[in-house]
């Protein structure tokens, strides 16, 4: 479907009227969420690192996007305080061709061999094979969610390890030994066999040393995690870690698995993993340094594990002796009359209580010393024969979530009683899904250890150092968000006298400061307005299912569709496939526009089809797909290889047109080699005019530049110039808010051009600008730097952003005061910052940009050889753009600048449009003092400056895929008329498609 409405700015003749297309035909559709994982907790109020695995391979690792510490000086100043927080796509570790994700499990392992090394954290997911799998992810990811137990970077003694790592390492990059294996790119894995059939279940033991497998035969495999090993448990190992390496065998295949609360040892295992080789182990001052240098890990290597549950399909769940490996322990569970009833999730407590979920709807406790289920514990909390396929445990321990096919999420607490005992009661059971829920996480996570310490001491329950935040997916593509206070300890945002005192969410403050109360209740619920903030009372988010950025691939989470202006094309993104559809003809475009504009009513409808679709043979999910603005060529990327297609246009015999793709194989051999083949990439860019392609290679931080086939070059593709830039250690200098870039420029025959590094960085952002003179990228480690594509030289390097964009766009005019103006747009707030790069400044003229107040490597807001004017009229935008999208919860993706003459370089000219998967916002500069510009739009906020704004937004298209601008030519005057894009994905089109629901029906007296 695709539908054509009139949108007139009506302020002056510089804005011209302007059509949007409203696009529902392309058929893309998300994956299912089944598994989430969120990385073990460490002292702080920094929230985990979350992982969710999808039904087609890929796992996203999503970090906390909140109020940067910049801000904090500037906390009360409305315009630096969004609603917008919560977990946003960093990196996505793309599947390999028909692979899923079953489960997935954070370990964060003790190093003991060297332990002044800083521990990572480490990934393992499990897919439904005999094989687990261990995902590499990115080098500061793995440091950002493990504990803290030196200040020592280890990147240069990990790239110089030459040791071969236990495992098969997959070689997803080419011809790699062990001595130059870089394993932190995204894709790469290693891999191991289970040597008991298929794994069913796995889970990570509380001291993280061990990783149990549930196997097919009944039988439980331990893996040895400790010292970066990914190996099967020795059996001499074993004996001396009071754990054995293999379970018995049990009845039936292994469903779930939860290892129980470590127990105190007697004897430390220091003493005895402590090497024996010569060196400065050996030296008293070594081992005193030893003793003192981490008490984190002393801590741990007190704790052993005790026991294992494992669910089954026979009505049984059973518990194995860690340290013998036998079954000392048979739970029942309550069965059907005709069929057994199968155990989908355990789960176990501080105190050593059991719980399972089963197939019958129940969830079971069960004692710690009798295990048999608890007297009034069995709760039928979901309905009859509806699965419970997922449990999760509160971080206070007394605290149960539970959730399944019925679409609802159950809570469960322990109170307080008379005997001290204690008592457990279901408190609250709310539907948050609209189809089955795969799987629960919590951040902060349950932490066994932190528990048993707790108990030791006599402290009780745990009391979490951050609001407890409950995650749910599953098939209906969703991810919830829900605050989870413990029952407990009930927490409120504000007291009930001044509950009142908050702002709704629709309501707009004309202030420009925060009140206290306001202050308050943002730092404590970053999910909701709701002031209370238990899981019974208080109010979910629902996270957009659609890309939540606009990076230049998939290993960004960038966005899956792109347009090619000048032909109208829509190009999709799928994992293996790609999609094209045509809008429709010029003048069929154009009738429409204009007799929407008379305001005549017109049945007709743009003439839409499907010019192209492609199945790739490709070893891996697709990671960038790119179009050339004149529609001829298309490249495409996986995890492998670079290919480049021309695109030759067919008339079909009914007079349409057909595309039909030829792969160029001079690309390949362009860049020399054995193999003849392109390196993968995780960018590519074409040139506005069509002749040049850039290529961010994934392997290495290269950025490509090639000139595409044509008659002066023998039609064959030719390497004009790789820049290394990225591969290079960045100038950097610490602030309070972290590590900063220095900006500067470097002589292009300088010898530090191609000084290069071995580096795991990612090149997430490739932009040109409109008149092809600048080149702009950005990298996972936030260095960011300009090339000149004119000259091919390297131009300089701009401060590094607080944080990864989500979106980059040059402005479109093609005059000298604006071709080179960046707009760089943050997730969190709709933060934008206009820079120029031929510069190197900031083009805001505001006190409240953002930057450290550090003289040396600060931003700098002096703008030379700009306009005052345009600095004045930017930083006025910027102002009030982010002060009317404060109250915005759902992230910003990108921005584009509207205009119907290119060639001009009055700001006035254009309209900026900021949009998010359910919002999108206008800023359109005010010459006249209309303000009845947009039908559609409401809210105008206009701005008292030198150019003024009128700000409005509306929330009518969503969920959005893309919103771009086309360019339709009249074939009167030959002028170009700016037609806006917005491709949406409604829920109710992907509901068509899911399987039926779970649906019990009426019950009988209802």
């Known amino acids: 479907m695709a539908t054509l409405h009139h949108q007139d700015s009506g302020a002056d003749d510089h804005h011209a009227s302007l059509a949007i297309h409203r696009v529902r035909f392309v058929n893309w559709s998300p994956s299912t969420v089944t598994a989430l994982a969120v990385s073990p907790t460490f002292a702080g109020t920094t929230r985990g690192l979350l992982a969710i695995g999808r039904q087609n391979g890929n796992i996203e690792l999503c970090t906390w996007v909140g109020p940067r510490a910049a801000q904090k000086s500037e906390f009360d100043d409305r315009a630096f305080q969004s609603d917008a927080a919560g977990w946003a796509v960093h990196t996505i570790l793309p599947g390999q061709t028909n692979s899923k994700i079953e489960q997935l499990c954070f370990v964060n392992p003790p190093n003991n061999d060297d332990l002044t090394q800083q521990r990572k954290l480490r ?151 402590k090497p024996t080789t010569s060196g400065s182990d050996s030296d008293s001052d070594s081992s005193s340094d030893d003793s003192d240098s981490d008490s ?55 105190d050593g209580t059991i719980v399972t979920g089963d197939s019958t709807g129940r969830v079971t406790f069960f004692d710690p010393q009798t295990r048999i289920p ?55 059971s709310r539907r948050l899904h609209a189809h089955d829920i795969r799987a629960l996480a919590l951040d902060p996570p349950y932490s066994p250890i932190d528990a048993a310490q707790a108990m030791a001491t006599g402290r009780g329950s745990l009391t979490p150092s951050r609001l407890p935040v409950l995650i749910s997916g599953g098939v209906d593509f969703n991810l ?101 559809w045509d809008l429709g003809s010029q003048s069929d475009l154009l009738s429409i526009s204009r007799a929407v504009e008379a305001g005549e009513s017109s049945a007709q409808h743009p003439n839409w089809v499907k010019l192209l679709e492609m199945e790739l043979k490709v070893d891996s999910n697709l990671v960038c797909v790119a179009i050339s603005n004149n529609g001829q060529y298309l490249a495409v990327s996986d ?19 057909e595309i039909e793709p030829k792969k160029i194989k001079s690309f390949g051999k362009a860049f020399g080699g054995e193999s003849r083949t392109a390196p993968s990439a995780s960018a590519l860019r074409f040139s506005p005019d069509s002749t040049r392609l850039v ?56 010898t530090t051009d191609r000084t290069e590094r071995s580096t795991s960085s990612i090149i997430h952002h490739a932009e040109i600008s409109s008149d092809g003179a600048w080149l702009s990228t950005i990298s996972s480690d936030l260095q960011h730097h300009i090339f000149n594509l004119d000259s091919l030289t390297y131009g300089r390097t701009l401060p590094s952003p607080w944080s990864l964009p989500s979106g980059v766009v040059f402005h479109p005019s093609t005059g000298a005061s604006l071709c080179g103006v960046l707009t760089l747009i943050f997730a969190s707030g709709a933060k934008v910052e206009f820079w120029n790069v031929e510069s190197g400044r900031e083009l805001s003229g505001s006190s409240h940009s953002g930057s450290d107040s550090s003289s040396n490597g600060q931003r700098k807001k002096e703008v030379n050889g700009a306009s005052s004017a345009l600095v004045g009229n930017l930083s006025s935008l910027k102002q009030n753009l982010q002060l009317r999208l404060a109250s915005l919860r759902d992230f910003a993706v990108s921005a584009l600048w509207i205009g119907a003459d290119k060639s001009s370089g009055n700001l006035s000219d254009y309209t900026l449009l900021l949009w998010g998967a359910t919002w999108i916002c206008t800023a359109r500069p005010i010459t006249n003092n209309r303000d009845d510009d947009d039908v559609e739009m409401q809210d105008i906020i206009p701005t008292p400056k030198t150019l003024e704004w009128s700000i409005r937004t509306t929330a009518k298209y969503q969920p959005l895929l893309l919103v771009a601008q086309a360019q339709v030519e009249s074939t009167e005057d030959q002028k170009p008329n700016p037609h806006l894009l917005v491709v949406e994905r409604p829920y109710f089109e992907l509901a068509k498609k899911l399987p039926a629901a779970f649906h019990r029906g009426a019950r009988y007296g209802a």
């Open 123 to 273: 990934l393992f997911s499990i897919s439904g094979g005999s094989i687990v799998t261990e995902h590499y992810i990115p080098l500061h990811l793995a440091k950002l969610g493990a504990r803290r137990d030196a200040d020592i970077d280890d990147d240069d003694s990990e790239n110089n390890n030459a040791v071969a790592k236990p495992g098969t390492v997959s070689s997803l990059f080419g011809k790699k030994t062990a001595s130059n294996l870089d394993p932190h790119y995204p894709g790469e894995t290693r891999t191991l066999p289970s040597l008991a059939g298929a794994v069913w279940s796995m889970a990570p033991s509380a001291t993280g040393r061990y990783l149990a497998l549930g196997c097919e035969d009944g039988s439980v495999r331990i893996i040895d995690l400790e010292n970066d090993r990914f190996e099967h448990l020795a059996s001499t190992s074993g004996q001396d870690r009071k754990i054995v390496p293999r379970f018995g065998k049990a009845k039936g295949k292994v469903i779930s698995l939860c290892w129980g609360p470590p127990v105190r040892s007697s004897k430390r295992a220091k003493t005895n993993n």
């Open 296 to 350: 984190d890990d002393e801590e741990a290597d007190q704790w052993q594990e005790s026991f294992l549950v494992g669910g089954l399909a026979l009505s049984t769940a059973v518990v194995w002796d860690a340290s013998t490996g036998n079954i000392s322990t048979k739970l029942s569970v309550q069965k059907n009359r005709t069929e057994s009833t199968i155990v989908w999730s355990v789960a176990t407590l501080p």
């Open 374 to 428: 608890i007297p009034e514990a069995t709760f039928r909390a979901h309905a009859a024969s509806s699965d419970v396929l997922a449990l999760c445990v509160g971080p206070d321990g007394k605290t149960v979530y539970s959730a399944g096919v019925d679409q609802k999420v159950g809570e469960y607490t322990k109170l307080d009683t008379s005997n001290g005992r204690g008592r457990w009661i279901q408190i609250a």
């Open 480 to 580: 919830v968000l829900t605050p989870a206070s413990p029952p407990s300890a009930i927490v409120k945002a504000q007291k009930s006298s001044s509950i009142a005192a908050i702002p709704s969410a629709t309501s707009k403050s004309k202030r420009t400061t925060l009140t206290k109360v306001e202050q308050e209740h943002a730092s404590i619920n970053p999910i909701s307005s709701n002031p209370l903030t238990t899981f019974a009372d208080t109010t979910q988010r629902r996270v957009p299912f659609v890309p939540t950025t606009s990076r230049s691939g998939l290993l960004g989470g960038g966005s899956v569709a792109a347009l090619c202006p000048t032909k109208g094309w829509i190009v999709l993104r799928r994992e293996q496939s790609i999609g094209i």
């Open 639 to 657: 995890l492998y290889e670079t290919k480049l297609f021309e695109l030759k246009q067919r008339r079909r015999p009914q007079d349409g047109v």
């Open 695 to 750: 290529v961010c290679s994934l392997t290495g931080a290269y950025v490509h530049v090639l000139e595409l086939a044509s008659a002066h070059n023998d039609e064959t593709c030719k390497l004009l110039r790789s820049f290394g830039q990225h591969r290079r250690s960045p100038t950097t200098t610490t602030f309070p808010s972290g590590e900063r870039q220095i900006a500067g420029r470097t002589p292009p025959n300088s």
